[in-house]
């Protein structure tokens, strides 16, 4: 059983930063794609950042900068950094693994939900103007 677990949401102030964390049970992450989505109020869920098993990353075309998503393989862990946030990035925000193992898929593919088997919970980050 693959459990996902993050942290680090919360409120925050605009221009501030946050970094979410994910963490795995079941499920040695070093050897998976992993995301993160957001979904916000009365709005769909959008893709924000993934990255794949070789440590290569993308990135949502709406974010010019102050994202980075990152791994910790020796913590079993899977961060996003986000800075100069604004209201819009108040969000739920989700991490999310691929079910594949090794996948050697487009990193386009990692941009969308159905590429993903395993969904935490999620974190609620609110930012106040």
């Known amino acids: 059983q693959v459990q996902l677990v993050e942290s680090g949401g919360g409120l925050v102030q605009a221009g501030g930063s946050l970094r979410l964390s994910c963490a795995a049970s079941?499920?040695?992450?070093?050897?998976?794609?992993m995301g993160w989505f957001r979904q916000a109020p009365g709005k769909e869920r959008e893709f924000v950042a993934a990255?794949?098993?070789?440590?290569?990353?993308t990135y949502t075309d709406s974010v010019k900068d102050g994202i980075n998503i990152s791994r910790d393989n020796t913590k079993n862990t899977v961060s996003l950094q986000v800075d100069s946030l604004n209201a819009e990035d108040t969000a739920v925000y989700f991490c999310?693994?691929?079910?594949?193992?090794?996948?050697?898929?487009?990193?386009?593919?990692?941009?969308?939900?159905?590429?993903?088997?395993?969904w935490g919970q999620g974190t609620q980050v609110t930012v106040s103007s």
């Open positions: 990255i794949n098993w070789k440590g290569t990353t």
């Open positions: 999310t693994a691929h079910n594949t193992r090794y996948y050697n898929g487009s990193l386009t593919s990692l941009r969308f939900g159905d590429a993903y088997a395993y």
């Open positions: 079941g499920r040695t992450l070093s050897s998976y794609a």
